[in-house]
């Protein structure tokens, strides 16, 4: 059982930057990770994904050049740096962990591992 606990999340004016953190209680080198984002009333949707060995990176349209997926296997932590965010990132973020691959990492369905979110609000 991997335990994830995230942080970071708060209320930011559009514009402005996030860095959320996702630290395992584990060793998560050997799993892909990836965060995905739920806002209310919406299905919850995939944000970035990184696989165990950082070779593939995905991000989905909405956030690619602003979001950028890392991690740190030593200190067993994931991290998303948010920039220039918008209103329309506000949602509940999730960081998730399995043995799932390629495209399969942007399909919630195939994490095995989920922390139990972190709110970020951006206002106008």
């Known amino acids: 059982q991997v335990q994830l606990v995230e942080s970071g999340g708060g209320l930011v004016t559009a514009g402005n930057s996030l860095r959320l953190s996702c630290a395992a209680a584990?060793?998560?080198?050997?799993?892909?990770m990836a965060w995905f984002r739920q806002a209310p009333g919406k299905e919850r949707e995939f944000v970035s994904a990184?696989?165990?060995?950082?070779?593939?990176?995905f991000y989905a349209d909405s956030v690619k050049g602003r979001f950028t997926i890392s991690r740190d296997d030593g200190l067993n932590t994931l991290y998303l740096q948010m920039n220039d965010l918008k209103p329309e990132d506000t949602a509940v973020y999730f960081c998730?962990?399995?043995?799932?691959?390629?495209?399969?990492?942007?399909?919630?369905?195939?994490?095995?591992?989920w922390g139990q979110g972190t709110q970020v609000t951006v206002s106008i």
């Open positions: 998730a962990a399995g043995t799932t691959k390629r495209l399969s990492m942007m399909t919630a369905g195939r994490y095995e591992y």
């Open positions: 584990e060793r998560t080198s050997s799993y892909a």
């Open positions: 990184r696989s165990w060995n950082g070779l593939t990176i």
